[in-house]
């Protein structure tokens, strides 16, 4: 074994994997990067392949990595040979046998390799093969120059070892950092099994611009070709460039065939635009922008869409008239305590989302929020300054149900231990509230407090003493002769205190841990009369068992609950003792009430009893590693009837399947059945769906069907849905239903097409996954 100065042909094969795209990391300096793969760029939001598996060598392990090899850069070229014939006259060295060369990490083999060592010109012929820690690569042929960098392969094959792919080239000419392959290929699926390839007739790849250009392209799904066009251009590296995403399309019985073609331009390092013609059969063509930038410590993104003229709304006093949709997300950091926000969002009208939108929580709105704001954060404190403002869009809801605009609203908390057991806190804000009908004011809302701490192993007590006063300033009295500026002062008390015991049990043969948690909560706040104090933002909760230790049942400040009650509840778990993994609990409890409350609910729907309030249990049991089980319960001793009454259990297979059922009842509220799963059928296909029904009014809520098949380097997906195109309001009588299909193929590691619905699959089904 000789050593030999250094020769780049092993540092040149690499060449040959360029075909495929590097795969685009985000930056700290510059927006995240385009990832793109035969000239259809993703954006880095895009990207969400399904899982790859691993497969057979495409080439199989030429040679071991010698243990301590270093850097390729830093070492020198070790050759191995059978044979040697040197001519020092014509300064030729040919290594015949079993030749090896070696650098630091790289590996070279071949049957034959001549070198001339003053023109620097080599031919390495018969078997020629190559290795690194990315790479894997055969050739029949390579010859070149070291000393001019300009190389030439021949029938090419090679597995990136990195990232899953493999494919070849008839042949490869490399002349420094521009390379062109002809007759190139590349898949991610096994070279037996060839689910997908890209082909292209000629690749010329620029390593310095981070540019490569194909002719002559085309994808091949088994032996039908899907895609062809005959030029594009892509990335290398993690620089974005100009060009087109990946489309999406989809079906709505509404919309009709629809269709998103997005087209990228990379105009700064620092920001881009996407422009998004939706191309609707039914509808006719929305065109949406993405704007997004970054200067420094500022950063956001501007999207918009618009349709004008609609001649086809299905309202009528919408037809002919401009729909759009704008949304403008803005972040700037100050330093380590302050940033700003601003997130304004804004439709057309009440009926945008309706019409238009592709994902179930949009549809679902009532309201659309913005807002800006201020905040900052030290040790013990937090505190914002925000506007914000609503947009009603659900044509259903009345304009005066419109949240009223807060212009502006400031909070400032402070909470701060003082020695070992205490704590000094403040809860603060003042609001102005703005309506175009309803009558405005301001107020201020102040709570400072004083809570104790004390704790042992095996209980707790926390009493707690604080001060709530509010102060209003009203355009109008909330009745005649009532007060323009009313306040209200109240002291709240509260005493928690909680044991814990713990003991070792057998259940079926196991060896657990069963605690029980017993718990109260006092809470005394005298009665203050709210006959002028208006409703602006405050609303009943609904009771939970949490909501046992709560000092208000209100959200808001508008409405401060009278209490002079006791919470009793207890708790009863069940613990693995060596991983603490929880396999069952049980709580129940309810509140007493020593006084009956007087301050009234804010919405009629919300019962109230003067002895007490429901009982409430929650019950969650993992009666395997498969099956899981929940429910809760709330039964009213006054009317001795249940108030809500839920269950849920779920089974997960073996093999990555799972059904999920569950039923929900609310009193004169909803009561549904909730059915899905995910079946697999075999390794490669399985069944999605979802099913949910009101029993009230026999009738379906959305009911969602399709097929997956996936292989290591391919998947597709079909679904059809029957759906609600707004909010269930508690009746079907009036609601419009609409019906979709969703094709979406993946082809792993080259991108996917057709509409995604991950958000509707992860929203419908728990504990779906890819």
């Known amino acids: 074994m000789r050593t030999i100065p250094r020769l780049s042909l092993l540092s040149v094969c690499i060449a040959a994997a360029a075909a495929h795209p590097a795969t685009a990391q985000t930056g700290p300096a510059t927006l995240p990067p385009e990832a793109s793969v035969g000239g259809l760029y993703v954006t880095s939001q895009s990207p969400d392949p399904w899982v790859f598996c691993r497969g057979p060598d495409a080439i ?43 650098r630091g990490t790289q590996w070279l083999g071949t049957d034959r390799l001549v070198y001339v060592h003053e023109e620097e010109d080599y031919l390495a012929e018969g078997n020629v093969r190559y290795q690194d820690a990315s790479l894997r690569m055969l050739a029949t042929r390579a010859e070149g120059n070291t000393g001019l960098e300009v190389h030439h392969l021949d029938q090419v094959r090679y597995q990136l070892l990195s990232q899953r792919g493999n494919g070849g080239a008839d042949t490869v000419d490399v002349r420094g950092v521009l390379s062109t392959l002809h007759g190139a290929s590349f898949s991610t699926c096994d070279p037996v099994d060839r689910k997908w390839e890209l082909r292209a007739r000629r690749l010329d790849l620029d390593q310095d611009e981070g540019e490569g250009v194909a002719r002559g392209v085309t994808v091949r799904v088994g032996n039908v070709p899907v895609l062809y066009t005959p030029w594009l251009s892509f990335p290398l590296d993690d620089r974005r460039k100009t060009g087109f995403l990946y489309p999406t399309v989809g079906y709505d019985n509404e919309l009709g065939l629809d269709l998103f073609l997005p087209y990228y331009l990379n105009l700064a390092p620092n920001y881009d635009l996407t422009l998004t013609p939706r191309i609707m059969s039914r509808r006719g063509v929305m065109l949406g922008s993405e704007f997004r930038y970054l200067f420094g410590p500022h950063s956001g993104t501007v999207e918009a869409w618009y349709l004008p003229s609609d001649d086809k709304a299905r309202d009528p006093a919408l037809r002919g008239s401009d729909r759009y949709e704008y949304r403008i997300g803005h972040r700037t950091v100050f330093n380590q305590q302050w940033y700003g926000l601003a997130n304004v969002h804004r439709v057309s009208d009440p009926r945008y989302f309706e019409d238009f939108s592709v994902t179930t929580a949009d549809r679902e709105r009532a309201f659309l929020e913005s807002n800006v704001g201020l905040y900052g954060r030290g040790r013990y404190w937090t505190t914002s300054i925000e506007a914000r403002d609503w947009q009603i869009t659900d044509a259903l809801i009345a304009d005066s149900a419109e949240p009223f605009m807060e212009l502006p609203r400031l909070r400032f908390n402070y909470d701060r231990p003082l020695g070992d057991y205490l704590t000094v806190g403040l809860r603060s804000e003042a609001v102005g509230f703005r309506h175009d009908i309803r009558s405005e004011g301001s107020r201020l809302d102040l709570k400072p407090y004083l809570r104790a701490d004390f704790a042992g192993s095996w209980w707790f007590l926390a009493p707690q003493v604080a001060y709530r006063h509010t102060q209003y300033e009203l355009d109008a009295p909330v009745r005649p002769g009532g007060d323009t500026s009313p306040s209200r002062s109240v002291p709240i008390y509260s005493v928690d205190g909680g044991l814990f015991f ?133 039964w009213d001793p006054a009317s001795e009837r249940t108030q809500l009454n839920t269950y849920r259990i779920r089974y997960d297979f073996e093999n990555g399947g799972l059904v999920n059922a569950a039923y929900r009842y609310r009193r004169d509220l909803l009561e549904q059945t909730d059915i899905s799963a995910v079946y697999p059928l075999s390794p490669s296909w399985r069944l999605v769906g979802r099913w949910a029904y009101s029993l009230p009014d026999q009738s379906t809520l959305d009911a969602t069907a399709g097929v997956e098949w996936q292989s290591c380097c391919m998947a597709v997906r079909v679904l059809g849905r029957h759906y609600l195109r707004g909010r269930y309001t508690g009746n079907l009588d009036n609601a419009e239903k609409g019906n979709a299909i969703y094709f979406e193929l993946e082809l792993k590691g080259l991108g996917s097409f057709g509409r995604k619905t991950d958000d509707l699959l992860t929203r419908s089904i728990l504990g779906y996954t890819r």
């Open 60 to 102: 199989a392990p030429f040679a071991p990595v010698r243990p301590g090899a270093g850097s390729p850069e830093t070492s020198e070229t070790i050759i191995d040979f059978d044979n040697l014939q040197a001519d020092e006259e014509s300064g030729h060295s040919i290594f015949e046998g079993d030749v090896q060369l070696e």
């Open 502 to 634: 713990d003991r070792d049990v057998e259940w079926f043969g196991r060896s657990l841990i069963n605690t029980l948690e017993p718990r109260l909560f006092y809470l005394r706040v005298p009665y203050r009369d709210h006959s002028d104090i208006p409703i602006f933002d405050t609303r009943d909760l609904l009771f939970s068992f949490p909501q046992l230790f709560r000092d208000n049942r209100f959200s808001g400040a508008d409405r401060q609950a009278d209490a002079n009650q006791l919470a009793a509840a207890v708790t009863t778990r069940l613990f693995e003792p060596g991983s603490g993994r929880e396999l069952g609990s049980l709580a129940v409890g309810r509140i007493n009430y020593f006084d009956p409350p007087r301050i009234p609910p804010t919405s009629p729907a919300t019962v109230l009893n003067d002895s007490g309030s429901f009982y409430v249990v929650d019950a969650n049991v993992a009666v395997s590693d498969r099956w899981s089980f929940g429910s809760s319960y709330q």
